[in-house]
């Protein structure tokens, strides 16, 4: 049976929340106990994704998990170290975490128990090639990179095998000085990595071979770099929809008018109809962001405002009394005053 979480949710090491969440919930439905009476394997099996879908539904818990990869779950009890060794570290505003060195707490302690730093004595290692550790990074990136794919620089921490030593640890019958017999060294290498048109908050990229390398012959492990998108003050993304708010004048409103919506695709040129109300919205088909699974664009939203003149004159006033006299009746005719 499989005891990696990503296999059974049956979802990729890069899934979104929401298709972790719906994994799970397809998945729970299929082995709830309620639906299997008296079939123990169901039962077990249900037991398993809720394992799995508390860690990987938890952000911190995943990337924990990640750093690791696959976890017997009967070694994650088995801490040594009792936790507390630092957190991630932060580089010129990249968060670079460094599978084994770090750890708080639960699974990341584990690196310590896996990793080669403390000699792995913990663990009984398999003597063939192992498998690098996966490495994870965190690049936070504007929303217009996001929404245009862009191409990021990343310093990406690794543990690669000593160049004076070959990876033996020694020289001659002394203890190499350049890893301390440890026969590997962290080198920085700054990788370039592409992030894809229409990427969401939160998305994984999965850089495969740029983890830690491999030990006796081993593949090294994946990098996976995790995109946050900042914000931006005025496009508002909604799943592939982009919503924004264009300000009209009341004239603009009652006459009906020509306006030029901003998008992320450039201006379009849009048609306001006449008597169009505060808070109308509109759409532009296929002028919202991209999917990044369908490759399809979702649509832009705009609201109008209508927005008052500030100027206060007698011009003014003489045109709000004209211009109260077009309402028939009163707007909030028929409105309820209250709960009753
Ligand atoms: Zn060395």
Known sequence: MATDYYQLLGVARDASPEEIKK?????????????????????????QIQEAYAALSDAEKREQYDRFGSVDPSEAGFDPFGGARGGPRSRGGVHVDFGDLGGT??????????????GGGARRRPAGPSKGEDLL???????????QGASVTLPVQRKVECTRCHGSGTEGTARCSSCRGSGTVVSTERLKVRIPE?????????????????SR???????????????????????????TTVPITFPE????????????HGPVRAKVPAGTN?????RLRGKGAKNMKTRTF???????????????????????????????????????TGLG
């Open 278 to 282: 505060s808070g109308r919205t509109f």
């Open 253 to 264: 409103a009652y006459r009906g008018a020509e306006v030029v919506v901003g998008t992320i």
């Open 23 to 47: 994994a799970y919930r397809k998945l729970a439905r299929k082995f709830h106990p309620d639906v299997n009476p008296g079939n123990s394997e169901a039962e077990a099996r249900f037991k």
């Open 105 to 118: 707490g639960g699974f990341q302690d584990l690196g310590d128990i896996f990793g080669n730093i403390f």
């Open 137 to 147: 990074v965190q690049v936070e990136i504007s929303f217009s990179q996001a929404m």
């Open 298 to 336: 979702g649509d832009h939203l705009y609201s109008v405002e209508i927005v008052v003149p500030k100027v206060q004159s007698p011009a003014g006033e003489d045109a709000a009394r004209k211009v109260s006299e077009l309402y028939g009746e009163d707007p909030r005719k028929g409105l309820p």
């Open 198 to 214: 229409g990427i969401n908050d939160g998305r994984r990229i999965r850089v495969a071979g740029k983890g830690t390398e491999g």
């Open 217 to 243: 012959g081993g593949p090294a492990g994946d990098l996976f770099v995790r995109v946050s998108v900042r914000e931006d003050p005025f496009f508002k993304r909604e799943g592939d929809d982009i919503r």
